[in-house]
């Protein structure tokens, strides 16, 4: 493994390095340290509010830390005065182990599933065959294959872009293909002209994270999710801008890094990075100015809500706010380090994010473009409001299941995917008698 590199000098630093770069470390369970300076500045003290907001947060479990949030509301938001009352009817059953859904133009969902099959699911929740024609997955563990969207112009040539474990010659890692989806009029089809646009390296062998969302741009540019494969041994290369683990990388539809990319040009860092310093990143989606947010797995607490921006350093493993599941401390103990980005938000106890959404329905008035964040460890959605790019209020809405990934229909619907050898995908519409 080579060694941590600096941040070098490039054009991006300066669009801002904002509200969020702490210089001095906090250690582990500490609660009474004096003040130490801090290069936040503006507004990122001032406290967030809603008129929404009720008087107690959504998580009210024991934290598994003494850590402290730096900035308000940045964990533990209040959760709305009024809870959104919800249906939830089954509209889809029987997949197995699904990771992944996308709407298709006409309203059917396109699903991957974990140990290598996409399926067609009808409007009548009818479940289609397996299309034919996808690579080979290493599913041990927690691959398989994993993401899938619909290309720019999926309209005109029928594109998708998935993301998969890869078995390679010493290990595996997460690949991204391109192929054309040839449909046969009976709910299955096959992949016609697959081909590898992006690699993430180095091969590692091992079966934990690796990732992964898809998210197209306005721009038309790609960004790809990794994770850092998990073990003591490799998760220091997410602070390596040689390699290629515990990165969001921003690439053109044929897997090339855009010359605006922060590290374009350099010659010790990969041209594809857009942000580094991130542990497993399974949740991504763009908000209602294009912007990319992401959810990221800490380990023992520490799940993060951030938005990449070029060139930052979001910590991991040298700043969390979660802990060893052994109980330890990780690395030094610190919450802030120089040079890193604060998060957006964190969760302590974890929710397990997976799929994310932005709602820009009219069914539910009430989640205006909020973010909906699928749980796998609070099994159902996490509804996060925004004022700007801070949390005002977080919502909780059970589903009793491990939820795998959140989608918005074209009737305004929320569609989740639960987890599982007998994988469902549900459907929530506001309850009848909610007025």
């Known amino acids: 493994m080579t060694g941590f590199l600096q941040v070098p000098r490039f054009r991006s630093l300066t669009l801002a390095t904002v509200a969020a770069v702490a210089l001095a470390p906090v250690a582990f369970g500490e609660e009474s340290a004096a003040p130490r300076p801090s290069r936040i500045e503006g507004d990122a003290f001032s406290v967030p509010a809603a008129k929404t907001a009720g008087d107690a947060p959504a998580e009210t479990a024991a934290p598994n830390t003494a850590y402290k949030p730096l900035l308000p509301n940045q964990t533990r938001a209040p959760k709305p005065a009024e809870a959104v009352k919800v249906d939830v009817a089954t509209v889809a059953k029987g997949l197995a182990s699904p990771w992944a859904m996308e709407f298709l133009p006409d309203g059917r969902m396109i699903v991957t599933e974990k140990a290598g099959k996409i399926r067609i699911v009808a409007k009548d929740g009818t479940v289609g065959p397996a299309i034919s024609g996808v690579p080979k997955v290493d599913a041990r563990g927690q691959g398989g294959l994993l993401d899938i969207v619909l290309g720019p112009t999926f309209a005109t040539d029928g594109q998708v872009f998935f993301s998969f474990s890869e078995p390679r010659g010493k290990g595996n890692g997460t690949t991204v293909a391109k192929a054309k989806l040839l449909q046969d009029g009976k709910g299955g089809g096959r992949l016609d002209d697959v081909k590898v646009v992006f690699r993430q390296m180095p091969t590692y062998d091992g079966d934990k994270h690796f990732g992964s969302r898809l998210v197209f741009a306005p721009d ?199 987890d599982g050898a007998d994988g469902r995908i549900l459907k929530l519409t506001p309850r009848a008698d909610a007025g």
């Open 220 to 418: 038309g540019m790609l960004f790809v999710t990794v994770g850092e494969r998990s073990d003591k041994a490799t998760r220091g290369q997410a602070q390596d801008l040689s390699s290629g683990l515990g990165k969001v990388f921003r690439i053109d539809a044929e897997g090339q890094a855009p010359k605006d990319n922060p590290f374009y040009g350099s010659d010790k860092a990969k041209p594809e990075i857009w942000s580094y310093g991130h542990r497993n990143v399974q949740a991504a989606a763009l908000d209602g100015q294009g912007r990319l947010w992401t959810v990221e797995h800490g380990p023992r607490g520490g799940d993060e809500l951030n938005r990449p921006r070029p060139g930052l350093n979001y910590g991991w493993p040298v700043a969390t706010y979660g802990i060893e599941y052994s109980g330890e401390p990780l690395g030094e103990g610190v919450t802030q380090a120089a040079g890193t980005v604060q998060p957006v938000y964190y969760w302590d106890p974890v929710i397990g994010p997976s799929g994310m959404a932005l709602y820009t329905g009219t069914l539910f008035p009430a989640w205006k473009d909020d973010f909906l964040v699928g749980g796998l460890v609070s099994e159902g959605i996490v509804v996060l409001k925004r004022d700007g790019d801070k949390v005002v209020t977080e919502e909780r809405v059970p589903l009793d299941a491990r939820i795998r990934d959140v989608r918005v229909g074209p009737d305004g619907a929320v569609y989740a995917v639960t």
